[in-house]
């Protein structure tokens, strides 16, 4: 939906639009201080809202903590870095502005990075 948003309001001005998602969740999850420290609070009752408790408000608590605030932010600086770095490759004639665009608890990061 986004991509066709685009495509309508850039379309008169020439302008090209190349989107580069920024993830990290899997890789917050995937520290050994995130996941060991889920699977031990998880309780059993109702996995179905646990595991969206644990996908989706487990992010905003971890954030909030200066150990893996930092962490958080750290690693999506280094990924819009990496991102900004493999665009220039594969763009080396490109000079024009770049904007980040986030909701919810990545508006926040990017505000706060910014």
Not at 19 to 45: E, G, N
Not at 67 to 77: A, D, K, N, R, S
Request: contains cysteine; charged residues 20%.
């Amino acid at each position: 939906m986004v991509h066709e948003v685009c495509r309508q309001d850039f379309l008169e001005t020439g302008a090209k639009v190349e989107m580069v998602p920024i993830l990290f969740h899997s890789d917050l999850h995937a520290l050994p201080s995130t996941k060991s420290r889920m699977d031990k609070v998880t309780l059993p009752s109702i996995p179905w809202i646990r595991t969206m408790d644990n996908e989706v408000i487990g992010d905003i608590l971890y954030y909030f903590s200066t150990f893996h605030g930092h962490e958080i932010l750290y690693m999506i600086i280094n990924k819009l870095n990496a991102a900004y770095s493999g665009f220039l490759e594969k763009h080396p004639e490109f000079n024009g502005p770049v904007s980040l665009v986030a909701h919810s608890l990545g508006g926040l990061i990017c505000y706060e990075i910014l």
